[in-house]
C-alpha cells in the first residue's frame, strides 16, 4: 500500500487440490469476521494512519478496501447487527435496546449449521443473548469484563466461569482473545478438516481503558508529539491520495463531547492537569497536556498495533491448515473512535503508570476526532464520524482484483446475508416463522466488481442521534437538535446543511425514517417474546 510502514508479510498458501469428482459441489468458505472495538476510521495504515498495522495493511493489499461501510455508532447495537442481519432496533438483542427479544431471532450461527458449517467465538459479546451456545456457536472464549486487559474479573469458556485473573498471572486481553482463536482452530483442523467454519473474532482493543504492554506503548513515545492537529491534516492528505475520501477535513467541534462523561472539574482532580475534556486546537494546550496527551495517543496506537499481532497469529494459522486461501475474511470497527472520559472498575491511581493495570485513562475528543479523521464527532453519534468503520474483505478464492477500493455504501447487517448467500444459503429466507427477511443485503457482487448495491435506505438511530440515507442523501439530528441535509458524494465530511435549499427532500426523508422506526418498533412488540430459557 502506499503508506505501509512495514512490507506486507508472505503470500497466501495455495488453495486446496480441485476435487476428483467432476459433479462435486465446490467448496464452501470458511468465514472469519474481525472486529475491532472503538477504532477510528483513519487509524489502520492502510486507511492513512501512522499505526503500525502490518497484517490489517496486508488483508487491504491482497483484499478489498470499502470506502463507506458503516457500523451503527456503538458496540452492542453493532454487535447484534452482525450476529443477525437486522437492525438493532428490530431485535433488541443489544444491551442498549430496550423491549424484548422478538421470538423469531436467531443468529447467524444457528443460520449457517444446517449448511454443514462450525462456529467460533473469541473475545466480546456484549448482547442481551446471554448464552454464547445457544446462539449456535460450538466453542466460545468470552470475555465479559471490558473494563480491566490486565485483570479481568469475569470471563467463560464455553459458557463456564472462568477464575479471576490476577495481577501476577501475566494476562493481556487482546493475546487471550487471539490465544483462543488460534487453539479453536487447531482443534478445528485437528477434529473436523474438511468442514467449513465460521469465526467471530470480536477484540475489546482500542476501547478503553486505555491498557496496554510497556513494550507496545514506547515504540509510539515520540510519534505524536506534534499533536491531533497536525495528525488529521497528514491522514486526510493520505486519505486523499488512497482515493478514500475526497472531502475536505471537518473542524474540531470543541462544544460537543458525551453528556455521561465526567464534569470537567472531577476529572482534573482524578487524572489530573495533564487531562483535556474537549476537542480545542492543540496549539492552545499547556506544555503539560501536550506531553500526557501524546502519551494517550500512543498507549491507543500500541492497544491497536498488539491486536494487529494477534491477527497476524490466526493468520499464521490459517496459513498452517492450508485454509487462507479459502477463507472470506472480514475486518470492520464496531463503531468510530471515542470522546467519553470516564472512570470505572478499580478506579484510576494518578501515580500509575499510563497505560498499566492501575490506570484508567481514555482517549478523549481530541485525538478521538483525528483517529475518525476526517469525519464529524464520534462514537454513539451517528454522523460519519461515529458511523464510519474501516472495512477490509479478503478471499484470496473469490477476489479477483486484490488491492483495490470499493465505494458502494454497506452496513454491518450486509454481513450475515453474505455468509449465508456465499455458503449456499438463501438470504432472502426468514430466520423462522414470523421473522422478516434479514434488512441487510448481500454483498458478494461487490466482491466481483464496483458496482453499486441497489437498497431502499440506511437508518441509524442510537440515543436519540437519528439518520438515514438514501442514495447520496443523508439526513442526520444529533440527539433532540435539529434535522440536517448533506448530500454525502459531495460533502462527506458534512459542512454545508443543505436543509433549507432542500426542505422537499428533508421532509420526505424525515417522513421515512419516522416509518421505519415505527415499523421496527411495532413488529418487535407484536411479536412473542423470546422464552427466557433460551436467552
Given at each position: 500500500?502506499?503508506?505501509?510502514?512495514?512490507?506486507?508479510?508472505?503470500?497466501?498458501?495455495?488453495?486446496?487440490?480441485?476435487?476428483?469428482?467432476?459433479?462435486?459441489?465446490?467448496?464452501?468458505?470458511?468465514?472469519?469476521?474481525?472486529?475491532?472495538?472503538?477504532?477510528?476510521?483513519?487509524?489502520?495504515?492502510?486507511?492513512?494512519?501512522?499505526?503500525?498495522t502490518?497484517?490489517?495493511?496486508?488483508?487491504?493489499?491482497?483484499?478489498?478496501?470499502?470506502?463507506?461501510?458503516?457500523?451503527?455508532?456503538?458496540?452492542g447495537?453493532?454487535?447484534?447487527?452482525?450476529?443477525t442481519?437486522?437492525?438493532?432496533?428490530?431485535?433488541?438483542?443489544?444491551?442498549?435496546?430496550?423491549?424484548?427479544?422478538?421470538?423469531?431471532?436467531?443468529?447467524?450461527?444457528?443460520?449457517?449449521?444446517p449448511?454443514?458449517?462450525?462456529?467460533y467465538?473469541?473475545?466480546?459479546?456484549?448482547?442481551?443473548?446471554?448464552?454464547?451456545?445457544?446462539?449456535?456457536?460450538?466453542?466460545?472464549?468470552?470475555?465479559?469484563?471490558?473494563?480491566?486487559?490486565?485483570?479481568?474479573?469475569?470471563?467463560?469458556?464455553?459458557?463456564?466461569?472462568?477464575?479471576?485473573?490476577?495481577?501476577?498471572?501475566?494476562?493481556?486481553?487482546?493475546?487471550a482473545?487471539?490465544?483462543?482463536?488460534?487453539?479453536?482452530?487447531?482443534?478445528?483442523?485437528?477434529?473436523?478438516?474438511?468442514?467449513?467454519f465460521?469465526?467471530?473474532?470480536a477484540?475489546?482493543?482500542?476501547?478503553?481503558?486505555?491498557?496496554?504492554?510497556?513494550?507496545?506503548?514506547?515504540?509510539?513515545?515520540?510519534?505524536?508529539?506534534?499533536?491531533?492537529?497536525?495528525?488529521?491534516?497528514?491522514?486526510?492528505?493520505?486519505?486523499?491520495?488512497?482515493?478514500?475520501?475526497?472531502?475536505?477535513?471537518?473542524?474540531?467541534?470543541?462544544?460537543?463531547?458525551?453528556?455521561?462523561?465526567?464534569?470537567?472539574?472531577?476529572?482534573?482532580?482524578?487524572v489530573?492537569?495533564?487531562?483535556?475534556?474537549?476537542?480545542?486546537?492543540?496549539?492552545?494546550?499547556?506544555?503539560?497536556?501536550?506531553?500526557?496527551q501524546?502519551?494517550?495517543?500512543?498507549?491507543?496506537?500500541?492497544?491497536?498495533?498488539?491486536?494487529?499481532?494477534?491477527?497476524?497469529?490466526?493468520?499464521?494459522?490459517?496459513?498452517?491448515?492450508?485454509?487462507?486461501?479459502?477463507?472470506?475474511?472480514?475486518?470492520?470497527?464496531?463503531?468510530?473512535?471515542?470522546?467519553?472520559?470516564?472512570?470505572?472498575?478499580?478506579?484510576?491511581?494518578?501515580?500509575?503508570?499510563?497505560?498499566?493495570?492501575?490506570?484508567?485513562?481514555?482517549?478523549g475528543?481530541?485525538?478521538?476526532?483525528?483517529?475518525?479523521?476526517?469525519?464529524?464527532?464520534?462514537?454513539?453519534?451517528?454522523?460519519?464520524?461515529?458511523?464510519?468503520?474501516?472495512?477490509?474483505?479478503?478471499?484470496?478464492?473469490g477476489?479477483?482484483?486484490?488491492?483495490?477500493?470499493?465505494?458502494?455504501?454497506?452496513h454491518?447487517?450486509?454481513?450475515?446475508?453474505?455468509?449465508?448467500?456465499?455458503?449456499?444459503g438463501?438470504?432472502?429466507?426468514?430466520?423462522?416463522?414470523?421473522?422478516p427477511?434479514?434488512?441487510?443485503?448481500?454483498?458478494?457482487?461487490?466482491?466481483?466488481?464496483?458496482?453499486?448495491?441497489?437498497?431502499?435506505?440506511?437508518?441509524?438511530?442510537?440515543?436519540?442521534?437519528?439518520?438515514?440515507?438514501?442514495g447520496?442523501?443523508?439526513?442526520?439530528?444529533?440527539?433532540?437538535?435539529?434535522?440536517?441535509?448533506?448530500?454525502?458524494?459531495?460533502?462527506?465530511?458534512?459542512?454545508?446543511?443543505?436543509?433549507?435549499?432542500?426542505?422537499?427532500?428533508?421532509?420526505?426523508?424525515?417522513?421515512?425514517?419516522k416509518?421505519?422506526?415505527?415499523?421496527?418498533?411495532?413488529?418487535?412488540?407484536?411479536?412473542?417474546?423470546?422464552?427466557?430459557?433460551?436467552?
Amino acid at each position: 500500500m502506499p503508506h505501509s510502514r512495514r512490507e506486507f508479510l508472505t503470500a497466501a498458501a495455495a488453495g486446496a487440490a480441485v476435487s476428483r469428482l467432476p459433479a462435486a459441489a465446490p467448496k464452501k468458505p470458511n468465514f472469519l469476521v474481525i472486529l475491532a472495538d472503538d477504532m477510528g476510521f483513519s487509524d489502520a495504515g492502510c486507511y492513512g494512519g501512522e499505526i503500525d498495522t502490518p497484517n490489517i495493511d496486508r488483508l487491504a493489499s491482497r483484499g478489498l478496501r470499502f470506502t463507506q461501510g458503516y457500523s451503527t455508532a456503538r458496540c452492542g447495537p453493532s454487535r447484534s447487527c452482525i450476529l443477525t442481519g437486522q437492525y438493532a432496533q428490530q431485535t433488541a438483542c443489544d444491551v442498549m435496546t430496550k423491549g424484548n427479544i422478538p421470538h423469531w431471532t436467531r443468529f447467524l450461527p444457528q443460520r449457517l449449521k444446517p449448511l454443514g458449517y462450525r462456529s467460533y467465538h473469541s473475545g466480546k459479546w456484549h448482547i442481551r443473548f446471554r448464552a454464547v451456545a445457544g446462539a449456535g456457536f460450538d466453542r466460545s472464549y468470552l470475555l465479559a469484563d471490558q473494563n480491566r486487559f490486565f485483570t479481568p474479573t469475569a470471563h467463560m469458556l464455553d459458557d463456564q466461569r472462568l477464575p479471576a485473573v490476577k495481577e501476577s498471572d501475566s494476562f493481556y486481553a487482546t493475546s487471550a482473545i487471539g490465544e483462543h482463536a488460534e487453539r479453536f482452530l487447531k482443534e478445528h483442523a485437528r477434529d473436523h478438516a474438511g468442514t467449513p467454519f465460521y469465526f467471530y473474532l470480536a477484540f475489546t482493543a482500542p476501547h478503553f481503558p486505555l491498557h496496554a504492554l510497556k513494550e507496545d506503548i514506547e515504540r509510539y513515545q515520540d510519534r505524536f508529539s506534534e499533536g491531533w492537529d497536525a495528525v488529521r491534516e497528514r491522514r486526510l492528505q493520505r486519505l486523499r491520495r488512497m482515493g478514500i475520501v475526497n472531502c475536505e477535513l471537518a473542524p474540531l467541534e470543541a462544544g460537543v463531547w458525551p453528556p455521561w462523561n465526567l464534569p470537567e472539574a472531577d476529572l482534573l482532580a482524578k487524572v489530573g492537569p495533564g487531562e483535556v475534556a474537549r476537542a480545542v486546537p492543540w496549539s492552545v494546550l499547556t506544555p503539560e497536556q501536550k506531553r500526557f496527551q501524546r502519551t494517550k495517543m500512543a498507549i491507543h496506537a500500541a492497544m491497536i498495533t498488539r491486536m494487529d499481532f494477534e491477527i497476524g497469529r490466526v493468520l499464521k494459522q490459517l496459513e498452517a491448515m492450508d485454509a487462507l486461501r479459502d477463507t472470506l475474511i472480514v475486518f470492520v470497527s464496531d463503531n468510530g473512535a471515542s470522546a467519553e472520559l470516564l472512570i470505572r472498575a478499580d478506579g484510576h491511581d494518578p501515580a500509575a503508570e499510563p497505560g498499566s493495570a492501575r490506570s484508567h485513562l481514555c482517549l478523549g475528543p481530541g485525538w478521538s476526532s483525528a483517529a475518525n479523521t476526517p469525519f464529524r464527532l464520534h462514537k454513539s453519534w451517528v454522523h460519519e464520524g461515529g458511523i464510519a468503520s474501516p472495512w477490509i474483505m479478503h478471499w484470496p478464492a473469490g477476489i479477483r482484483d486484490p488491492g483495490k477500493l470499493r465505494h458502494t455504501p454497506c452496513h454491518l447487517i450486509d454481513l450475515p446475508p453474505t455468509l449465508v448467500g456465499l455458503a449456499g444459503g438463501n438470504p432472502r429466507e426468514p430466520a423462522a416463522e414470523g421473522a422478516p427477511p434479514m434488512a441487510g443485503v448481500n454483498l458478494a457482487p461487490v466482491l466481483a466488481r464496483d458496482d453499486s448495491i441497489q437498497r431502499d435506505f440506511l437508518y441509524f438511530h442510537h440515543n436519540n442521534n437519528r439518520a438515514i440515507r438514501v442514495g447520496d442523501w443523508k439526513l442526520v439530528a444529533a440527539g433532540s437538535g435539529p434535522w440536517e441535509l448533506y448530500n454525502l458524494r459531495a460533502d462527506r465530511a458534512e459542512q454545508r446543511n443543505l436543509v433549507e435549499k432542500e426542505p422537499g427532500r428533508a421532509v420526505d426523508l424525515a417522513a421515512l425514517w419516522k416509518r421505519q422506526d415505527d415499523e421496527f418498533v411495532r413488529r418487535r412488540e407484536a411479536s412473542p417474546p423470546m422464552p427466557k430459557e433460551r436467552i
